[in-house]
Structures are given as structure tokens and as C-alpha cells.
């Protein structure tokens, strides 16, 4: 059935060799579903540009708090880097400090 011309001359022909109330019916279901088939597949060839555009909207947004992440705990490691060093820094002061005192 490539065009809807095509199904008039089905259904008379049908017709013609008097078929049962039931198949007309199962022949007309299944035309209908067909249609619905086709319907949907050109709606989501319509709507797949957009789905792919938030799809890929979606994983930037995913990759940029990755990111934002990765960036907080570098700065969370570097701060308690510092906080080590000044904490090394400070009992050496206090020592020298203590020895010249001291003799």
C-alpha cells in the first residue's frame, strides 16, 4: 500500500468476495495501527533533534559539577597543604627561639 488511492479499490474488492463482518474489521484495525505507526515514527524523527539537544545539555551540565567538584576538593587539598606547612613552620620558630633563650 504505498498511497491511500490504493485503498479504495482494496475495499471494494474485499467486497466483492463478501467476507466475513470480522476480517473487514481486523483488516481495518490493522490498517489503523499502521497509520498510528506512522504517525509516531515522523513525530519522533521531528522530536529527536530536540531529545539530542537535551540530552547533550544535560551531560555538560553533568560534566561541569564534575568539574566544580574536582576544583573544590583541589582547594580543599591545597588549604590543608598550607595549614600543614604553617603548622610545621610554627614549632621550628618556637625551638630556635627557645634555644637562643636558653643558652
Aim: hydrophobic share 45%; proline share 3%; glycine share 6%.
Amino acid at each position: 500500500m504505498e498511497t491511500i488511492q490504493e485503498l479504495i479499490p482494496l475495499a471494494k474488492e474485499m467486497m466483492a468476495q463478501k467476507l466475513s463482518g470480522k476480517l473487514v474489521k481486523l483488516y481495518v484495525v490493522g490498517g489503523v495501527l499502521a497509520f498510528f505507526g506512522v504517525v509516531l515514527g515522523l513525530v519522533e524523527t521531528v522530536c529527536s533533534p530536540f531529545t539530542a539537544a537535551s540530552r547533550l545539555r544535560d551531560e555538560e551540565a553533568a560534566l561541569a559539577s564534575l568539574q566544580a567538584a574536582r576544583e573544590q576538593e583541589t582547594l580543599r587539598k591545597q588549604a590543608l597543604m598550607e595549614r600543614g606547612k604553617k603548622q610545621e613552620a610554627v614549632p621550628l620558630s618556637r625551638a630556635l627561639s627557645n634555644r637562643q633563650h636558653a643558652s
